[in-house]
């Protein structure tokens, strides 16, 4: 069975940094670039990063920029997000996604999410 798991999530205070970790099973994801989303209450699920299968980085929300990266780990079929300098407006569920070695805008493959709360 395919699926993703993300973990990692949680209660942070501003200026607080977590790590998000998006681990496979029932595949390798060495073929795949994997993205993460958002979606914050009452709005659209938006992009923030993804890496190909070959290492390339998407930045998909420049709100994230030099605050949050991207990266894998093959051997243990994981990719994270490092999150830094967190803000009130990151505070959102996030996802991770899988598709076939490039990053794009469809992704076939989800987990179900994990909550990120950044509040004093």
């Known amino acids: 069975q395919v699926q993703l798991v993300e973990s990692g999530g949680g209660l942070v205070q501003p200026g607080g940094s977590l790590r998000l970790s998006c681990v496979a099973s029932g595949f390798t994801l060495d073929e795949y670039a994997i993205g993460w989303f958002r979606q914050a209450p009452g709005k659209e699920r938006e992009g923030v990063l993804c890496?190909?299968?070959?290492?390339?980085?998407?930045v998909y929300t420049n709100s994230v920029k030099g605050r949050f990266t991207i990266s894998r780990d093959n051997a243990k079929n994981a990719v994270y997000l490092q999150m830094n300098s967190l803000e009130p407006e990151d505070t959102a569920v996030y996802y991770c996604?899988?598709?076939?070695?490039?990053?794009?805008?469809?992704?076939?493959?989800w987990g179900q999410g994990t909550q990120v709360t950044v509040s004093s």
């Open positions: 996604a899988a598709r076939k070695f490039l990053c794009g805008a469809v992704f076939g493959s």
């Open positions: 890496i190909s299968s070959g290492g390339s980085r998407t």
